[in-house]
């Protein structure tokens, strides 16, 4: 269906929306076929500081031309994030977590994308680069690792942020 990503039309029938005043937040976009709102819509991702069991260093990826990020992905429909963060740093890294702790949000307008950050600590230290998504893995120490992401990167502001919370940097 090409309504189903315009969002001038719902996203379940294809009517064209029309401003209605919704009491607590102004006109917003409403079908009339189905009667109910349709609030604009967005991508959620989850990303991912994942520390080595020792403690001392972060994991970082180089993906997609991109080098020294952090793991990354999206929610699945009806997925929470937790068991998004656990599988995607699976997947992409063969790594288990023992802990998966929130860090931060923020919205990613390149990608439309609303990205919740989280800490993790890894099992084990051997990794394994998922084939054709991800082109290297490294383990750099958390005093080094700023410097080793894209400057002004959103996963470089993530690190940053949970650092300055822990008294890092």
Known sequence: MEYASDPAFCH???TRLVPREQPEDGPE???PTCGAWRYPGFSVGCSMIVYHPDGTRILTIDQYGK???LVAGYVARGEDLESTVRREVREETGLELDSVAFN???FYEPSNTLMANFVCHATGEETRARPGEVDRLRWVSVGDV???MPEGSLA??????HLESVGLA
């Open 67 to 69: 080098r020294g990020i």
């Open 104 to 106: 931060a949000s923020r």
């Open 29 to 31: 976009p409403w079908c």
């Open 12 to 14: 379940v029938c294809g």
């Open 146 to 148: 700023l410097g080793r």
């Open 156 to 161: 470089q502001w993530f690190v940053r942020h």
